[in-house]
C-alpha cells in the first residue's frame, strides 16, 4: 500500500512539474510573440509617416556672416561715442527639403478611356535646417567691455535661413519638386500597368 501511495505521490509530482514546464513555456511564446508585433507595428508606422510627407528635392548650403555688436556712451552736448565693439564671423552649413504630401492624394480611374487621374498636393518646404553641430563662430575685433550674446548668433543664423528659403522659392524650387513629383509617380503607375496617367496639383 504504501509502495501504491508513493507511486501515486511520484506521479502526481511528476503531473505537476510537467504541467508548470508547459506554463512556463507558453508564457514565454506569449511574451516572446508580444514584443515581435509591436516591433513590427511600431517598424510599419514609421514607414507610415516617412511616406506621409514625400521628400523629392534637398538643396544643401554653406553661408558665412559677418556679425557686429556696438556699445556707445551719450554725454551732454557731444554725439554718441562707441567704446566697444565686437564683430563675429560665424560659418555654418545646412540643407532645405521640399516635397508634397502623399496622405492627401486624390486618385481615379476612367475605364472607358483607361486613364487614370492623380491630384496631389502643391510641393512645400518641409525642412530648413542648420547643422548645429558643425557651426563655426570666430572672434574677428572685439575687448573687455564688448560682449556678444549667444541669441544673437541664432537670430542671425535664423534671418538668413529665412532670407535663402524665399530666395530659393523665387528662383523656382518648389515648381522644381513639383516636376520631379510629377515624373517619379508617372514612372511608378506605368511599372504597375496604367499607360495614360494624368497628374495634377492642387
Known amino acids: 500500500m504504501k509502495k ?3 507511486k ?7 503531473l505537476i512539474a510537467v504541467v508548470v514546464g508547459t506554463l512556463i513555456i507558453s508564457n514565454n511564446t506569449l511574451f516572446q510573440n508580444k514584443t515581435s508585433i509591436t516591433s513590427e507595428t511600431a517598424l510599419i508606422q514609421d514607414k507610415l509617416v516617412e511616406l506621409s510627407e514625400w ?4 538643396y544643401e548650403y554653406s553661408n558665412v556672416i559677418v556679425s557686429r555688436t556696438e556699445k ?3 554725454l551732454l552736448g557731444i554725439t554718441d561715442i562707441n567704446y566697444a ?7 555654418y552649413s545646412g540643407y532645405l527639403k521640399a ?13 472607358d478611356s483607361e486613364e487614370l487621374s492623380v491630384k496631389i498636393p502643391k510641393s512645400k518646404i518641409l525642412d530648413n ?17 564688448s560682449d556678444y550674446p549667444s541669441q544673437i548668433i541664432f537670430d542671425e543664423i535664423n ?31 506605368v511599372a504597375n500597368d496604367y499607360e495614360n496617367v494624368v497628374i495634377e496639383f492642387y
Not at 129 to 145: A, S
Open 159 to 189: 534671418a538668413e535661413k529665412e532670407k535663402l528659403e524665399k530666395e530659393k522659392i523665387s528662383q523656382g524650387f518648389l515648381e522644381e519638386a513639383d516636376n520631379r513629383v510629377k515624373q517619379l509617380l508617372t514612372s511608378f503607375f
Open 99 to 111: 516635397g508634397t504630401d502623399l496622405s492627401k492624394i486624390q486618385m481615379s480611374y476612367d475605364e
Open 55 to 58: 521628400t523629392t528635392l534637398k
Open 4 to 6: 501504491l501511495v508513493g
Open 72 to 74: 556707445s556712451l551719450s
Open 85 to 91: 565693439e565686437a564683430i563675429k564671423l560665424i560659418q
Open 8 to 14: 501515486m505521490i511520484l506521479l502526481l509530482l511528476l
Open 129 to 145: 535646417v542648420v547643422d548645429t553641430n558643425t557651426t563655426k563662430v570666430e572672434d574677428i575685433k572685439g575687448n573687455i567691455f
